[in-house]
T-cell receptor, first 116, second 112 residues
Framework: AQSVTQLDSQVPVFEEAPVELRCNYS??????LFWYVQYPNQGLQLLLK??????LVKGINGFEAEFNKSQTSFHLRKPSVHISDTAEYFC??????????????FGKGTLLTVNP | KAGVTQTPRYLIKTRGQQVTLSCSPI?????VSWYQQTPGQGLQFLFE???????NKGNFPGRFSGRQFSNSRSEMNVSTLELGDSALYLC???????????FGQGTRLTVV
């Protein structure tokens, strides 16, 4: 079984400031990791994913995340945020065994609010 | 290329009624998964269908069921609605085994 902990439920920042949204996971098997963004009254949009290879992953909208296997973390970062980045962000994992087990396990989400 | 389409977008039902939600996947996508999103429990996996077969199921009561048609469109049904079933129901579709999932905009179900 897998579990995901997003350490901050809300993160307020000022425009053009850097931000880090923290995610830790627990799993008895190897996993793939994802970050999704959800704007109000919308579905989820994939920001980035870690499948294998380089532990620094770059995604859309200037976001990046670093996979740390020893600390079982996958923190999301952006060097300079915009008002339009205000949204809820979800960290998710799934087993990397492939096949039939495509169940995403999500964290509770972090609400990022960017203030002018 | 059209995205994942969920209908209806909003729904209000009365306790005890049943409801059917629909998800049309991106063309070529054969896998459809359903998730329930509530403020208290967050995003929880309901089930996944692939080529008309349920392959994975979450920890929900039997009132929650689903099916997939030969054109990959999927429906989920909730019978004997309870107030706690009020939620945003999201479907996610993908083309193969190890590919990312694309989410629809969801159906907001309110049970009164």
């Amino acid at each position: 079984a897998q579990s995901v902990t997003q350490l901050d439920s809300q993160v307020p920042v000022f425009e053009e400031a850097p931000v880090e949204l923290r995610c830790n996971y627990s799993s008895s098997v190897s996993v793939y990791l994802f970050w999704y963004v959800q704007y109000p009254n919308q579905g989820l949009q994939l920001l980035l994913k870690y499948l294998s290879g380089s532990t620094l992953v770059k995604g859309i909208n200037g976001f990046e995340a670093e996979f740390n296997k020893s600390q079982t973390s996958f923190h999301l970062r952006k060097p300079s945020v915009h008002i339009s980045d205000t949204a809820e962000y979800f960290c998710a994992v799934r087993p990397n065994s492939g096949g039939s087990n495509y169940k995403l396990t999500f964290g509770k989400g972090t609400l990022l609010t960017v203030n002018p | 290329k059209a995205g994942v389409t969920q209908t209806p977008r909003y729904l209000i039902k009365t306790r005890g009624q049943q409801v059917t939600l629909s998800c049309s996947p991106i063309s070529g996508h054969r896998s459809v998964s359903w998730y329930q999103q509530t403020p208290g429990q967050g995003l929880q996996f309901l089930f996944e269908y692939f080529s008309e077969t349920q392959r994975n199921k979450g920890n929900f009561p039997g009132r929650f069921s689903g099916r997939q048609f030969s054109n990959s469109r999927s429906e989920m049904n909730v019978s004997t609605l309870e107030l706690g079933d009020s939620a945003l129901y999201l479907c996610a579709t993908r083309s193969g085994i190890d590919t990312e999932a694309f989410f629809g905009q969801g159906t907001r179900l309110t049970v009164v």
